[in-house]
């Protein structure tokens, strides 16, 4: 009877032992699992980031690109205003001193 005990207590002991090692290994392969899925999500995270940052830097340049283009034009207008006021701001003075004179005379 104390031969079959310790049989039993005997396989008990493997029984936990291979449990312990199951678990072990179970636990190995989830650490290893994890360890690569953050390798790689680092490395597309950081390929997100130059993608984004080409992105950003694309948009920039077009903006400033149309920006310039919007400034051009709007300094020509200006200009052309300008120019116009001008002429206009002369002729009325001209106007003026025609009409002077020929109050005078």
Same mark, same amino acid.
């Not at 992105?55 to 020509?76: A, C, G, P, S």
């Not at 200006?78 to 701001?89: A, L």
């Given at each position: 009877?104390?031969?079959?005990?310790?049989?039993?207590? $005997?396989?008990?002991?493997?029984?936990?032992?291979?449990?312990?090692?199951? %678990?072990? %290994?179970?636990?190995?392969?989830?650490?290893?699992?994890?360890? &690569?899925?953050?390798? %790689?999500?680092?490395? =597309?995270?950081?390929?997100? %980031?130059?993608?984004? /940052? =080409?992105?950003?830097?694309?948009?920039? $340049?077009?903006? /400033?690109?149309?920006?310039? $283009?919007?400034?051009?034009? =709007?300094?020509?207008?200006?200009? &052309?205003?300008?120019?116009?006021?001008? &002429?206009? &701001?002369?002729?009325?003075?001209?106007?003026?001193?025609?009409?002077?004179?020929?109050? $005078?005379?």
């Amino acid at each position: 009877m104390e031969e079959i005990f310790n049989k039993i207590i $005997e396989i008990d002991k493997k029984a936990k032992q291979i449990v312990a090692t199951e %678990k072990d %290994k179970k636990q190995n392969i989830e650490d290893y699992i994890e360890s &690569e899925f953050n390798t %790689k999500k680092v490395i =597309l995270d950081m390929e997100f %980031k130059d993608q984004i /940052q =080409l992105q950003k830097r694309k948009y920039e $340049e077009m903006f /400033q690109k149309k920006k310039q $283009e919007i400034d051009e034009k =709007l300094k020509n207008e200006i200009e &052309e205003t300008e120019t116009i006021y001008k &002429e206009r &701001e002369d002729k009325i003075i001209k106007n003026i001193i025609s009409s002077i004179k020929n109050e $005078e005379d």
